[in-house]
């Protein structure tokens, strides 16, 4: 009977270990790839960037798990500059969908230092004979660690760069969840997808470093030469975002990323003084359902998308359709279908030249429009600026 349960749950453990390595780690990549090759929003990019990393630690963690690691010595310390660069791409996706009006700062740079000066030390190793790279991987074999061996490859041992490898990743999760909870605090938001979102990404981020500290403390006996559930739970908070997306599938799209990441700035969302977690769910569950309809058919195209038509599409009453943009969005249902058509010819600028030579009476007939003075009617009210000003801005950024 013990037999069996043991080979039940190595089984079991090796489904999950291919999923894991496989499924996840070509979802991840895929999502990154589509994430950062679509012009969007600097948020859109670092979570395109974490996807991506994401991915690389997951193909790097199976060439070094069960045996293979002798196999292939060419992989030892692949990911070792890694997490000096998690972190910070983990902070700024945080920062631009809480504050998406900044750009990058001087600042920013500086973050990305530790990844670059442990890149440079390490390049002799990548770069030099495979022989070293067998010898490394002979000590980690004979200690059976990756921390706690004799190591000169790195200018710190193994012990003191696992703590400073740490140390980098708490600090990064410290401050985006304070980041967080200051945007809360100041803003005052009861409930919001995207907000709910980031509290619980940093949330996680620190309860997967509690089990970080453990795995270099080796109060938890992780087996770090072979792959294990324990592994999944230092990662946490990547899960989490693969979730999110696979709930959303929405956010891949430029337009509605951004929709949803601008409703949690003040001058675009402010919350009515009678506003009940209830209420906000309800809307929020018409707005999902609309965006979704708006992304997959692009009603907003056609010069007739009027508000009963829309109702009709996604299943609700005009006066709830009427009522979700105004309490979501705080525009009334034609300026939120003219901030689609907007939006929409902001990304065909970025993404095709030939639009950038369009006269602005086709470019509002390809949008839904319909007429020159439509467009300029509807970028004066939303943005208090001409069309011609307001593009040349946009294409600037």
Known sequence: MLYFDLKQNTTLLTIVELFYDFVISTLVGLFGLHLITKKGMLASKFLGLFFLVFCFRIFIAYFVTDGRLVQHPGFIHAYSPFHFLAPVISFLFVYFMLYPQRK???????LFLPFVLHLLELLPFFLGPVENKVKEVGLIMKYHSLINYPSDVSYFSPQTLATLKVSNTLLGAVVSFILVLIFIRKNSYKSSFVLNWLLAYTSLSLLSIVFIIAYVMGIIGFNNLQFSYADLLMHLAAFLNVGVVLY???????????????????????PEPDEDAEKLKKYEGFAQRLEEYFVAQ???????????????SIG??????SRTTQYIYELNYPDFVNSWRINYIVEQRKQHESWRKMSQDLMAE????GSRQGLHNAINKLHHIT???????????
Do not use: C, Y
């Open 104 to 110: 990058m700062a001087w600042w920013h740079g500086l």
């Open 248 to 270: 959303r599938p929405a956010l891949l799209d430029t337009v509605t990323f951004q929709s949803l990441v601008n409703r949690l700035q003040p001058e675009q969302r402010r």
């Open 298 to 312: 692009k009603p907003f195209l056609q010069s007739d998308a009027s508000l009963d038509n829309t109702a009709k």
């Open 316 to 321: 609700i009453s005009a006066r709830e359709l």
């Open 366 to 369: 390809q949008a839904g429009f």
């Open 387 to 397: 069309p011609a000003a307001f593009f040349a801005q946009k294409d600037a950024e």
